[in-house]
C-alpha cells in the first residue's frame, strides 16, 4: 500500500498538471453541477407559460417572456437599474481614487494597516444593517438633513429632489438618498483593487517623468491616471455586477419603483410568474457579460 502511495507520489511531482487538475475537479464538480445547473434550469423556465387566470405555470414553450421584456415598463426598468450601476460605479471610483492613491502612495507600517481596516471594517457589518441604518440617516429629521440645514444647503437639496423623475421630499425617498446608500455599501470593492493597481506601479517611473520635467499633474494625467485605468476597471466590476442584482437597497431606500432585481423577487415571490422571472434573470448576465468584455479590454482581469 505504501508503494502504490510512493508511486501515486511521485506521478504527481513529476506531472504538475495532473495534480492541478486533480485539486480542481472537486469545486468545478460543485460549481458546473450546483451553480451552473441550478441558473441553466432556471433559465430554462423562462421559456414556460404562466397563465394570469389560473396562476399556473406549464411547460408549453413561448418567447412571451423575452419578448415582454422590450414593453415600456419593463424596458424602464432595465435603463433605470442600468443608469443607477453605471451612476455608482462612476461615483465610486471617483471618491476611492483619493483614498486609493494616499494609501498606495504615502503610507506604510501601522498606518497602511489602519487604513486597511478602516476600509474593510464596513464590509464586516450585516448587509441589512446598514441598509436600515441609511434609512434612518436620511429619513426627515435624520443626521443627513441636519448636516445639510448647518450647511444651509436646505434650497439646493428641495431644487434636486424637485427635480421631476428624482421623486420624494427627502432624501430617503429620493433617487439621491438610494444612489448614496449605493456608493457607500460598494465603495470597499472600487478602493481595494485601484489601491493595489497604484501600489504595482515603480517609483522609478515617477522619478523618470520629474526628471524629463513633467509637473505633478501632467505626471498625474499621462503616467499614474492611465496605468491605473486597470485597477478602475477591476472595481468598476464588483459595484456594476452588485448594483445592477441588488434588490433589497431599491426596496428600503428610495421613491416606489422596480429594479431588476426586486423585479425578479416580486415575480418570483409574490406573484408566483417564475417564467418572467427567469426572464428578467438573463438581463443582467448578459449586462454583465458585455460588461466583462468591454472592461477586459482594460486590463481589468489583470488587476484582480
Do not use: C
Amino acid at each position: 500500500m505504501s508503494q502504490a502511495l510512493r508511486s501515486f507520489s511521485n506521478l504527481l511531482y513529476r506531472r504538475p498538471n495532473l495534480y492541478l487538475t486533480l485539486l480542481l475537479i472537486p469545486p468545478l464538480i460543485w460549481f458546473g453541477a450546483i451553480y451552473l445547473g441550478s441558473l441553466l434550469s432556471l433559465l430554462w423556465q423562462g421559456f414556460y407559460t404562466f397563465d394570469d387566470f389560473t396562476m399556473a405555470v406549464t411547460p408549453t414553450l413561448t418567447l412571451a417572456n423575452f419578448a415582454a421584456l422590450f414593453n415600456p415598463s419593463n424596458f424602464d426598468i432595465i435603463l433605470r437599474t442600468l443608469g443607477m450601476a453605471v451612476a455608482v460605479s462612476i461615483a465610486s471610483a471617483a471618491l476611492a481614487f483619493p483614498i486609493a492613491y494616499y494609501m498606495a502612495r504615502y503610507t506604510t507600517g501601522k498606518t497602511k494597516a489602519f487604513f486597511y481596516i478602516a476600509v474593510m471594517m464596513p464590509m464586516w457589518a450585516s448587509y441589512i444593517v446598514k441598509a436600515y441604518a441609511w434609512t434612518l440617516l436620511l429619513a426627515k429629521g435624520g443626521v443627513a438633513q441636519w448636516f445639510v440645514q448647518q450647511l444651509h444647503m436646505e434650497p439646493l437639496l428641495q431644487f434636486i429632489l424637485g427635480i421631476p423623475g428624482v421623486g420624494g421630499s427627502t432624501l430617503s425617498t429620493s433617487h439621491l438618498g438610494r444612489f448614496l446608500v449605493f456608493v457607500y455599501i460598494w465603495l470597499p470593492f472600487m478602493i481595494l483593487p485601484i489601491q493595489a493597481s497604484l501600489e504595482r506601479l515603480p517609483p522609478s517611473l515617477l522619478q523618470a517623468s520629474a526628471d524629463l520635467g513633467a509637473k505633478p499633474r501632467q505626471t498625474f494625467m499621462q503616467v499614474i491616471l492611465p496605468l491605473s485605468v486597470p485597477g478602475i476597471a477591476a472595481g468598476s466590476i464588483f459595484t456594476f455586477s452588485l448594483t445592477l442584482g441588488d434588490f433589497i437597497v431599491p426596496q428600503l431606500v428610495g421613491p416606489p419603483g422596480y429594479f431588476i432585481g426586486s423585479m425578479v423577487y416580486a415575480q418570483q415571490g409574490a406573484i408566483g410568474n417564475m417564467p418572467m422571472a427567469a426572464a428578467f434573470t438573463l438581463v443582467p448576465i448578459v449586462l454583465i457579460a458585455i460588461y466583462l468584455s468591454m472592461v477586459k479590454r482594460l486590463g481589468a482581469f489583470d488587476a484582480l
